[in-house]
Every structure is written in structure tokens, then in C-alpha cells.
């Protein structure tokens, strides 16, 4: 059976959840439609994304197009929820990128096509809801090839456009001007029918489908449909036509197994449930197998596995199964240890990968009842299994929890999630934003053994200085006489300790060298592991202190494209939120202007800009590094006994021990 997976990404609210239970209703998965209002789709389960009519966890559904079986992933559109998004992209085999026919082209429909461009995910354009007052046809055609890509070709028309009788007429290669305009768009990314287009020879319809369909299947090119997911118009020649268009997995069943897990879930008993895309090679019930991990500085791990029970997807539910093969996506139960982004068995070039952006956003949080904030932190553990983007930090000193995140919206995703699922009412502290720290200088710290204010029996000494830009931390040692397990536990620390500076944030593009040592052997109670991770924070914080460090703030570029009139409120507003920026560039009745806008203020522009652009603008970010803070730098509440109070650490140090 020949399987094939696609994806349906857009913008919140430009009608994904209602385009997937249309095509549901029209391939007789279900009777009667669901309605985003009422809570009563298919693909959005929680009651969080009933109640807000958004998507905020990727769903799968199966339906039949003739003998293709199609899995499809129903995926948020919310730009707090871009990290579930994107985990669905790589399992894709296409994707229907949906664009509202009357709220046009949006920041995230860039964002989301140069994701699959980047992944090269054959990708069709599908422009909802033309029975909308208001709704574009030709217009939102050009803006599409202003905005997005030129590299498109209409399928499809819409007559009646903008009226409850809006419908879809199909583009005949049989039209001499369809024609024509199409051999001039597919010669652009074939060389042989450039070159016959040139020589002016007779180039059929024929050869115009199978150039087409290649293009597309290579996403050098985007068909484009109309359509509405609540009337149905253009919706059954979407289906028809994506068969032919979207390439399958074929021929890959007798090759080494590779998939990625790409979701997790957790049944009511805690057993962990992982989403597998399974690109060759196939699983069975009861058998081993491998799981990679990759860990950071280019390592990776190996475990095993065994497979408990296997589901696939299939016509609105999942149906259980004895074995699953390439092309498929499963749900897979008795991977213990599963985490999402592992891969299981073999790394394949059928694997795509995607950069992850990374929560700058910081909330402390706290259970309304303080007696369950041990309840509460474990329960956030587990979202975050879930959801590796969602970072958790325990402030074990001050008995404080905090949370980085993207945005507000996925606060109260959170907020409700605990309460639903572990009984939990939460209260969150104002958002802030994460920096980061560097070296300005160099300084150097030593601590003698046997010395008077030197309750350790151990020596350390440190080097700090400033490392490359991006290089994080570097850390340089001779092996020396000290014992390597001595010499290890000095490197954790380090690195431990290094996760406040100064003010408090992360100390990066550092570089730190081990330049003294010392150790007693002879004493029964002589030197031991915690002499070490005791001293080594007094002695680095002083080195830093020395070197002195600036604090860094995360940025953002940007991209915004404004009407005419709004473009001296739009310079206005940037600068005021300490914006650098281009000169803007005129370009058809809009401005386009670039520059980096800090993190801290990008979410207020993005917020005020529909009120002062009338809807028009349209404002892409994404990140940018960091860049130095000026003036008073802002601190973060330590989350230890803090080794740059000397005479507090040492009380508390000796206390414990």
C-alpha cells in the first residue's frame, strides 16, 4: 500500500482546522463536519484548543484518495507553538500552505514556506475561505509572488469570488495564454525546456504535466488552488490533483529501518507513547531496537528498545498492528527512555533536520498552593518531555520554579494543561527576557591548599578570557598529576558554575584555563572530590570578577512591510523601541524596511502595528544573537549559595559539609 504524509501550515485562523474536516467529510471519514466555534473537530483534542478555536499540538488523521492512503498533520498555526510546527515539517512528504483569501499574506506564512523550502517539502498554495466579502483573487496572486515566491502557477481560478456562490474553475493547458505563461514559468527551473523554449520549438502539453510535477515533487515550484473549507468549493480538486502531484515513499521497505520519533504523548498510567515517522526499513511488535540520540558537540548516544504495541492511522482512528513499514507514521508504545528527535535505527539521508529556535522568554511560576509546588515541578518536567522547548529551571536555594518560553499564549496553554491534566492551579510572575553574559577582560584567581582562608584541602587556579564570538565555553586543562577523576570533577563545576555570572545570567564565549592544582594523598581524611566542587566557585568567580563581564541582550532581525501612510508612525514606533534599521525601500505602494529589534520590545511592535497599518503590515522576525546592553545592566536572582559573597558561601559550604 502506498502511503504519503503531508502537513497543513499557515497562519492562525486562516482556516487549517476546517480545511481538514472538510476533506474528512469529503473522503467519508466522517458524516458531518466539525466546527472550530464548537469544539467539535476532529484534529483539535484538548479542551484548551476547543475552547480558543486554535491548534496547539500537531494531529494526525488518515484518509483514502482512491488506493492512496494519506496521513495528514493538522499543525498549529500560533507563533508560540512554531516549535511543534516544525517538528512536524520533517516528517512531510508535501504540505498545503493555506492562505486567508481576505486577511491575505501574514508574518508566519513567510516564516513557514522558508522552513519548507529550507527542507525542500514539496508544497501546494490553497487560498480559503473565497467566499468571504472581502476575499482577493488576483490581487492576493500578485502579492503572493511580491511576498512570498514568484515561483508559482494557478491551477485554478475563482469566479463569483467574495459571494456564498464562490467557486473554482480549472486553468486548461489547452489555452494558449495558460499555456504560454506556464512554459515560461517551469523553463526557469528546467534547463531542456528553457533551451527548446528559446529555439523556438513545439513544446506539448505533455511535457509541461511532467515538468510541472517534477518541479513540484523537487519544490522549485508551488501549484496554486482556491477554495473554501466551509463550503467545500475547491476542495475535491485539490484532493484529485494531489495524488499526481506529491511524490510517495516507494521501494524503501527492504532497506535498514530509519524513522525519527517527532511527538510524544503519555497515557493515564505514565507509559510514554512516541509518533514515529518511519522513512525505510520497517518495525516489528516484540522485537529490539536501536535509538540514536544526538547530543551536543556533535555526539551522539545509543540505546535499546523494545517495541511493546504498534498503531498506525487509519481512516479517523488508529488500528492496532503487528508491524509497520516505510512511509508510515505510527504510535509506538514500550520505548522507555524516548525522547522526541530520536532517531530510530539507522541515521538516513531521508532524515531532515531543522533548527530549533530557543525560548528567550523567562517566567517564574508557582502553585496557587505552595504545599504542591513539588507536584508542580514534576508535572512540568513531564510537559517538557512532551515538549522539549519548554525549558524547566529549579531554584533549589529559594525553592522558585521557572519556565522559558516564546510567548503569553503559551503561559496559558500551560496554565491550563496542569490544570486539566494534574489538578494543578498556577499563578505566573511578568515575563521577562534572557541574557546572557561575556567577558570584557582577562583575570586570573588562585586558592593555595594549607593557606589560612582556605577551608579546603585542595589547590585551583583559573584563567578566564575572553573566547570567539559563539564559541560558548571553552574549557583547557593539563592532565598533569592530579587524578583524572579530580580533574573531572573540576570541569563539571566549571561548567556548572558558569551558568551565572556576574549579574546572574549564563557566562558564554569564555574561555577557561586550569593553571594550578594541588591534592593531599597522604591523610586519611586527605583530599576527596568535594574539596573541589566546593573551592573551584570561589576561585572562578574571583577570576571573572577580575575579567569583568558585560551583560547581553537577545535580539531580533526583522522584516516589515508597511503601506505608504504608515510608514513615519511605523519609524516612529521602532525607534522609540530602540530599533536599528535600513533605509526603507519603495517597492509596489509598500516600504519595506529591515534592521534588528531587541526581543524585549519586538512582541509590543507586533502587537500595536495591525491598529496604525490598517491590517496591511506585516512583521517577520526571527533570531538575531544578541547584542550588548548599554547603560545599567539588568540582574537575575542567583539560584545558589552565591560564591561572590565569600563569608555567606563559606558559612553555608562548611555548614553542609
Not at 484548551?48 to 492512503?69: C, Y
Not at 546592553?629 to 542567583?638: A, I, N
Request: hydrophobic share 40%; charged share 25%.
Amino acid at each position: 500500500m502506498t502511503t504519503i504524509n503531508i502537513g497543513i501550515v499557515a497562519h492562525v485562523d486562516a482556516g487549517k482546522t476546517s480545511l481538514t474536516e472538510r476533506i474528512l467529510y469529503e473522503t467519508h471519514v466522517i458524516d458531518e463536519i466539525g466546527r472550530v466555534d464548537k469544539g467539535t473537530t476532529q484534529t483539535d483534542s484538548l479542551d484548551l484548543e476547543k475552547r480558543r478555536g486554535i491548534t496547539i499540538k500537531a494531529s494526525v488523521v488518515s484518509f483514502f484518495v482512491n488506493n492512496l492512503k494519506i496521513n495528514l498533520i493538522d499543525t498549529p498555526g500560533h507563533a508560540d507553538f512554531l516549535a511543534e510546527v516544525e517538528r512536524s515539517l520533517s516528517v512531510l512528504d508535501g504540505a498545503i500552505l493555506l492562505i486567508s483569501a481576505v486577511e491575505g499574506i501574514q508574518a508566519q506564512t513567510k516564516i513557514l514556506l522558508l522552513a519548507l523550502r529550507k527542507l525542500r517539502i514539496p508544497t501546494i498554495i490553497f487560498i480559503n475561505k473565497i467566499d468571504r466579502s472581502g476575499a482577493q483573487s488576483d490581487e492576493l496572486i500578485k502579492r503572493v509572488k511580491e511576498k512570498l515566491t514568484e515561483h508559482i502557477i494557478p491551477l485554478y481560478r475563482a469566479e463569483h469570488i467574495g459571494t456564498k456562490h464562490a467557486s473554482v474553475v480549472q486553468n486548461h493547458l489547452h489555452d494558449p495564454t495558460f499555456l504560454q505563461a506556464c512554459i515560461e514559468q517551469l523553463a526557469l527551473g528546467d534547463e531542456q525546456l528553457l533551451a527548446a523554449y528559446v529555439e523556438g520549438e513545439t513544446i506539448t502539453e505533455e511535457q509541461v504535466r511532467t515538468a510541472l510535477r517534477q518541479q513540484v515533487g523537487e519544490a522549485k515550484l508551488s501549484p496554486v488552488f482556491f477554495g473554501s473549507a466551509i463550503t467545500g468549493a475547491g476542495v475535491r480538486e485539490l484532493l484529485a490533483d494531489l495524488v499526481s502531484l506529491f511524490p510517495s515513499t516507494t521501494g524503501l521497505e527492504d532497506a535498514p529501518l530509519s524513522g525519527v520519533v517527532f511527538k510524544l504523548e503519555k497515557e493515564a498510567t505514565g507509559e510514554k507513547v512516541a509518533y514515529v515517522r518511519v522513512f525505510s526499513g520497517s518495525m516489528r511488535v516484540r522485537t529490539d531496537v536501536e535509538l540514536r540520540r544526538r547530543k551536543h558537540e556533535g555526539e551522539s548516544e545509543t540505546y535499546t528498545g523494545k517495541i511493546q504495541k504498534l498503531h498506525v492511522f487509519w481512516v479517523g482512528k488508529t488500528v492496532q498492528v503487528q508491524q509497520v513499514g516505510a512511509g508510515e507514521i505510527c504510535k509506538v508504545w514500550g520505548l522507555k527512555e524516548v525522547k522526541i528527535g530520536d532517531v530510530v535505527g539507522e541515521w538516513s539521508d531521508h532524515i531532515k533536520t531543522l533548527h530549533f529556535a530557543t525560548p528567550r522568554l523567562e517566567t517564574r511560576i508557582e502553585a496557587t498552593r505552595r504545599e504542591q509546588d513539588h507536584q508542580l515541578y514534576q508535572a512540568l518536567l513531564e510537559l517538557a518531555e512532551e515538549d522539549p522547548l519548554i525549558a524547566v529551571l529549579k531554584d533549589d536555594v529559594h525553592q522558585t520554579i521557572y519556565l522559558r518560553i516564546f510567548g503569553e499564549v503559551q503561559k496559558e496553554v500551560i496554565e491550563a494543561m496542569l490544570q486539566e491534566h494534574y489538578g494543578l492551579d498556577v499563578r505566573f510572575a511578568e515575563t521577562g527576557i534572557v541574557c546572557i553574559e561575556k567577558p570584557r577582560g582577562t583575570g586570573q584567581a588562585i586558592e593555595i591548599m594549607g593557606a589560612a582562608d582556605n577551608p579546603f584541602a585542595a589547590t585551583v587556579g583559573f584563567l578566564v578570557e575572553p573566547g570567539p564570538a559563539g564559541s560558548g565555553v571553552t574549557y583547557k586543562s593539563t592532565p598533569g598529576a592530579l587524578p583524572l577523576h579530580f580533574h573531572r570533577a573540576i570541569e563539571e563545576t566549571v561548567r556548572a558554575a558558569l551558568a551565572q555570572g556576574l549579574y546572574g545570567w549564563e557566562v558564554t564565549d569564555i574561555v577557561v584555563t586550569l593553571t594550578h592544582t594541588g591534592y593531599d594523598s597522604h591523610r586519611q581524611d586527605g583530599t576527596k572530590g568535594g574539596d573541589f566542587r566546593n573551592l573551584v566557585p570561589l576561585v572562578l568567580m574571583e577570576a571573572l570578577s577580575q575579567a569583568g563581564t558585560d551583560v547581553y541582550e537577545p535580539i531580533n532581525q526583522f522584516e516589515l512591510s508597511v503601506p505608504v501612510h504608515a510608514l513615519s508612525t511605523s519609524m516612529f514606533k521602532l525607534s522609540e523601541l530602540r530599533a536599528v534599521y535600513e533605509q526603507p525601500i519603495l517597492h509596489n505602494d509598500m516600504f519595506l524596511l529591515t534592521g534588528t529589534l531587541p526581543v524585549e520590545t519586538s512582541e509590543k511592535f507586533r502587537r500595536e502595528l495591525p491598529s496604525f497599518t490598517e491590517g496591511e503590515g506585516v512583521f517577520l522576525v526571527q533570531e538575531a544573537g544578541f547584542l550588548k546592553k548599554e547603560g545599567e545592566c539588568p540582574t537575575r536572582k542567583r539560584m545558589d549559595h552565591n560564591p561572590l559573597n565569600r563569608k555567606e558561601y563559606l558559612l553555608y559550604v562548611q555548614h553542609v559539609c
